[in-house]
């Protein structure tokens, strides 16, 4: 299932071409759950697609995707396993940040590569900087590095005394990855650990503040880097659970199907019919809200304009809503999905666990993104940086 043609305005011209490869990672999806990452070949066809320089800058043999048509194959992957969709996204993502950086550090990764592929951990809680001349020595453990394994470099978050949060970016003969990640769903995403025993050097230029983030603070001749780098990051966690949910009601339906009682019987039945609309509804709903905001800021910007703050802090409270929606849309389903659906490795259980686990990430926690955006409408000030 895709989305409809008047949804979004994604350009007849796609850039990206994973469309002839999508069925390998359901062929893959079981083999990956089971080692706890993606495949190799897996990663290589993400490469081969042009997925990992869709927002890197044509200087670098970049692709300069909209995010729109990014978004819709990152979903199609998801439609056939979410893990190959969440890995997918968040090292694709990190091309755009670092086009934000310094140029130099835009060099040290993509000056060979433009296929280099990056991964990430931003909670600061495990780190430990101390500022020194011409940059800062960072040392510690972070945790969730979705692809890490596939990687050579890792953008990773710590607090800089006296000033506040920065992104570190750091090359792999600078960290170890620890082999933490034994989840309850998600397990293709290999989350593990990122560990620097020893304090290493980051030079100043290889360091994003979150403030130049925020203020959307660029040398890129593409109006679409003046976009928050939030309004990308956020909706990268949230995203793949729209493709999951596309999936679960696929399955649902070919389980009526092939039932060895009469199919038919199904479309008589109220509360199924009533819960499959539901689940569909919902999911169109917030796959026109992903499409609609990324329309509204491309053209915000394509104008020369700034997005309005508010705005800005509204599309992170909806983006933060995704991943409950669709926890809702699949219990619709796997609520009625019959007796089997209760034994590991049933292909619904498996979704329902892969989001529910994404509900974790503390940009899917929609609280504190509601208080904000409440707080904005009756006057007060935007209290989130990263929006």
């Not at 796609?14 to 897996?42: C, T």
């Not at 990764?109 to 780190?127: H, I, Q």
């Not at 199907?257 to 609309?277: E, F």
């Not at 800021?297 to 992170?316: A, C, F, Q, S």
């Amino acid at each position: 299932m895709t989305a409809p043609a008047n949804v979004t305005k994604i350009h007849s011209e796609q850039l990206i071409d994973i469309d002839p490869v999508l069925g390998n990672f359901a062929e893959r999806a079981e083999a990956s759950r089971q080692a706890r990452q993606l495949a190799d070949k897996s990663v290589a066809e993400m490469k081969e697609a042009g997925l990992m320089r869709a927002f890197l800058p044509k200087k670098w043999g970049g692709l300069e995707c909209t995010p729109q048509e990014f978004f819709e194959k990152q979903i199609a992957i998801a439609e056939k396993d979410m893990s190959a969709g969440w890995v997918a996204g968040i090292i694709a993502v990190h091309a755009f940040q670092i086009a934000i950086m310094d140029e130099q550090a835009q060099r040290d990764v993509y000056g060979e590569d433009p296929d280099t592929c990056v991964s990430s951990s931003y909670n600061p809680v495990g780190a430990k900087v101390e500022v020194a001349d011409g940059g800062c020595m960072v040392s510690g453990r972070w945790g969730w590095s979705s692809g890490s394994h596939h990687c050579t470099w890792a953008l990773l978050g710590g607090i800089v005394p006296g000033e506040g949060y920065r992104t570190f970016l750091i090359p792999r003969s600078d960290y170890r990855i620890e082999d933490t990640w034994f989840p309850m769903g998600l397990h293709a995403t290999g989350s593990n650990d990122i560990v620097i025993d020893e304090p290493v050097f980051v030079p100043d230029y290889r360091s994003h503040k979150r403030l130049d983030g925020f203020l959307c603070k660029n040398d890129q001749n593409n109006p679409m880097y003046s976009m928050p780098w939030a309004q990308l990051f956020i909706r990268i966690v949230s995203s793949p659970a729209i493709g999951a949910a596309k999936h679960a009601i696929s399955l649902f339906i070919e389980k009526l199907n092939g039932a060895s009682t009469d199919p038919t019987k199904a479309a008589g039945d109220p509360d199924i019919t009533s819960r499959l609309a539901q689940a569909q509804n919902l999911i169109d709903e917030t796959e026109a809200v992903l499409y609609r905001n990324f329309d509204i800021m491309m053209d915000t910007l394509n104008r020369g304009e700034e997005i309005p703050m508010v705005d800005r802090v509204k599309y992170r409270y909806q983006a933060s809503l995704v991943i409950e929606k669709m926890n809702k849309a699949v219990d619709l389903i796997f609520d009625v999905a019959g007796g089997r659906s209760v034994f590991d490795g049933h292909p619904i259980q498996e979704i329902w666990k892969d989001i529910h686990i994404a509900r974790s990430h503390v940009a899917n926690n929609p609280v504190g993104f509601a208080r904000n955006l409440g707080g904005m409408m009756i006057g007060a000030e935007s209290q989130d940086e990263f929006v």
